[in-house]
């Protein structure tokens, strides 16, 4: 009895898959064959040549011994190196003075005031402190010197590195009045 069940699903499978494939002979091709017969038909044409390329010419930079078009002639260079370096360093023995930890983009002029003939600048710091600061007074990390109290300024002279080994250079900065 058991071999009667095993036998009939198979043999239904088989009917099954033998009457799909009969289906797919039957399908009509005619017109794929037809345009395959009107291709072959046709004469060949004729294939053009590759192109002929002509072979890289490798240039070669001659002027790497040459000094950069962007930097100054050599001896001006020596010379101002010299020169900055002979006169400009920063005072290293001095006491650091209290603006002196902030940058000075983080500083701003509020008012200025004359004391007994002497201008000073009102200064505020990043924290919210004001200071009075006069000329010769330091601010700023770079060595920055108060040269000049103006009415509505503070121009100082800043001390840094021309990327040199000690080699040093005086940047001018100026903070403005801010309005209120």
């Given at each position: 009895m058991l071999n009667k069940l095993t036998t009939v699903p198979g043999t239904a499978?088989?009917?099954l898959s033998v009457g799909l494939l009969s289906?797919?002979?039957a399908s009509n091709v005619g017109d794929l064959q037809q345009f395959v017969d009107d291709k072959s038909e046709r004469p060949g044409g004729l294939i053009e040549p590759i192109p002929t390329f002509t072979?890289?010419?490798?240039?070669t930079y001659s002027a790497t011994s040459m000094r950069?078009?962007?930097?100054?002639p050599i001896e001006v260079v020596e010379l101002t190196t010299l020169r900055l370096r002979a006169t400009v360093a920063p005072e290293r023995t001095r006491p650091k003075e209290f603006l002196e930890q902030f940058s000075v983009d983080?500083?701003?002029?509020?008012?200025?005031l004359q004391r007994q003939g002497v201008e000073w600048a009102l200064l505020r710091d990043p924290i919210g402190g004001i200071h009075r600061v006069r000329e010769g007074n330091y601010l700023g990390p770079d060595h920055g010197k108060v040269v000049d109290v103006g009415d509505g300024y503070i121009a100082i002279m800043e001390i840094v590195t021309d990327g040199t080994l000690n080699g040093w250079v005086e940047r001018p900065r100026t903070?403005?009045?801010v309005a209120q």
């Open positions: 499978s088989l009917i289906a797919c002979g072979a890289y010419e490798a240039f950069s078009p962007f930097d100054r983080s500083l701003s002029m509020v008012g200025r903070l403005e009045l």
